[in-house]
DNA sequence: GTCTATAATTCGATAGAC
DNA sequence: GTCTATCGAATTATAGAC
């Protein structure tokens, strides 16, 4: 079957490691922090005495978001994740306190959407659509996650948080009718997070041979649409 | 945590029933047939000698899209399924083979896409979206679908394979340029999926909320264009 | 902080009586 | 055809030594 074989990877970090590249704009270390053991920061505010542990972490973090990402919830173990990070599968518990503490660390995304009120209207889909697609394509945490999403609720909620913070005050911000905003950015995370479902995780052929080009000729009326056009 | 409490249902079948609804419009009971015993109807055509197991397999079929579509592939246990059909489990191993043969006899989907081709070119794609929507919400098997697509490469195929069988022949019917239909299909489908994993797989509030008509009035004319719009 | 050992479940799958 | 009993493996999670 096409099931991962344990045996493939017996030890050492995945081959398509994430090479610290979007990982590094996650953000500060927003890990839920050492759960039941006894809180030795508390002013976890600005400055942060460093751990010595923190080399650790960050090595657990950046394998469970691979492993989360290629295996979905259910299949990713924190076993899997402590031998791809070198480190003891106990170490994840003591950390992350248990495995959906785990994916809550590795579950920080950053989408980085641009800001749309500096572009003249007309040229704002296609923008979106760019910025998603090259978003998509260049971190695998993302297909990740909307694999999680759809079968654990705490993927899906997730999912329904980053959008709601990060994209929605820009769609809000681009919108004329502020009260339609809130249709107008299911509309678009609609069609954005269903060709990421049919690109990347169906992998629906026809859709994955489609160029960047031909994504953006397609996709960004549509956006455009449901970002400026007046109510149907 | 949102997680099924195994407890909570010790016995019979599950609450949320299909009612024979739409799993009797499936198809002509296309199970894998028992694939380690002895072949006793060779000729599989036409006519069937119906086995006395007949109702057993239909119980598992039914308990299993239940099961596949409210917990994903890996949750939805051999047991479980087993258990509200009211079957021992080893029942399902015997008839079925093993748990990715009874996921393939579940999975048995029939979009009754609607022949566009009878109706004016301006009104297809409303009726495409409506009949989708009223589809999606007819039959929570679809939802499991494509929870397990999300997860599982067996459910990924599925979803291609139903979709490229069934909605693919009559886009290419609409479509004007043979050429286009395929990705003139996956834009479709990606729209259509998209909307679906928002809606009934994420539960994005604002894409719940949106009612059948606000759906149709923004859905149709994004469909329409993939549908016959000119090459952008 | 790190690791070993293991508890406590649960799973898919098999063997064999009736 | 149906069921009981169970195997072997895998999982999360805990307890405790160093």
């Known amino acids: ?7 493939a ?36 505010g600005v400055h942060r005495r460093p751990r010595r542990s923190d080399a650790s972490r960050a090595a657990i973090l950046a394998a469970a978001r691979d492993r989360f990402a290629a295996d979905g919830y259910e299949r990713a173990t924190i076993r899997a994740i402590a031998r791809d990070a070198g480190i003891d599968p106990s170490m994840v518990m003591r950390y992350y306190g248990n495995k959906e503490g785990l994916f809550a660390a590795a579950a920080e995304i950053d989408l980085r959407v641009p800001d749309l009120t500096a572009l003249p209207p007309e040229e704002r889909g296609a923008r979106l659509v760019r910025h998603f697609i090259e978003l998509w394509e260049g971190d695998e945490t993302l297909t990740g996650m909307l694999r999680v999403g759809a ?22 911000a681009a919108c004329p009718v502020p009260a339609e905003a809130a249709a107008r950015a299911a509309l678009i995370e ?17 859709a994955v041979d489609l160029s960047h080009d031909e994504l ?5 009326p549509t956006i455009q649409r449901y970002l400026t056009a007046e109510r149907p």
Chains 1, 2 share one sequence.
């Not at 079968?151 to 809000?172: H, K, L, S, W, Y």
């Not at 609609?190 to 026809?206: E, F, T």
């Not at 953006?216 to 960004?220: D, G, I, N, Q, S």
């Open 1 to 7: 079957m096409v099931e991962r074989d344990p045996s």
């Open 9 to 44: 990877t017996p030890s050492g970090p995945r081959s398509a490691g994430r090479s610290g590249g979007p990982a590094a704009a996650v953000g500060p270390e927003v890990d839920a922090g050492p759960p039941p053991v006894a809180a030795e920061a508390p002013d976890v």
């Open 151 to 172: 079968t654990n609720d705490a993927g899906a909620e997730c999912i329904r948080r980053v959008f709601a913070e990060q994209a929605r005050p820009m769609i809000d």
């Open 190 to 206: 609609s069609q954005i997070l269903g060709m990421a479902l049919c690109r990347y995780v169906l992998r629906v052929p026809p």
């Open 216 to 220: 953006v000729a397609w996709l960004a």
